[in-house]
């Protein structure tokens, strides 16, 4: 069975966004859009799925993002990318909403 195509939204910083990511889920049939910075995130229309590292370009956070999104009413899943989050930023993750954190470096089969 085929996966149905996701609209996903991703940000994350400059160093760590890179094209491998987005193209290895376009290839899966997936679209992707993706935000340099919270206002981008906030007037965009919600995607299926949001897909967000530690930081975005404009420095926020992705914890900040996160709450920012849960705050506005927005409900899809948030998967929070990070290379080595601390105990603390994934229970606060969890707290504020988000669905899943993966641990870089990425495993194709988890995203």
């Not at 290895?24 to 997936?30: D, N, T, V, W």
């Not at 995130?41 to 920012?68: C, H, K, M, N």
């Not at 009413?73 to 993966?102: C, H, N, Q, Y």
Request: glycine share 8%; with cysteine; aromatic share 4%.
């Amino acid at each position: 069975m085929t996966p149905s195509r996701l609209c996903i939204a991703y940000g994350d910083e400059p160093s760590k966004r890179t094209d491998a990511v987005s193209e290895l889920l376009r290839r899966q049939g997936h679209e992707i859009v993706c935000h340099d910075d919270q206002k981008g995130f906030l007037s965009a229309p919600e995607p299926d799925v949001y897909l967000i590292g530690r930081a975005l370009a404009d420095g926020t956070r992705g914890l900040a993002l996160l709450e920012a999104l849960r705050r506005t009413g927005r409900s899809a899943p948030i998967v929070m990318l990070d290379e080595k989050p601390s105990f603390e930023d994934m229970r606060r993750a969890i707290e504020l909403g988000a669905t899943d954190m993966v641990v870089r470096p990425l495993d194709p089969g988890e995203l």
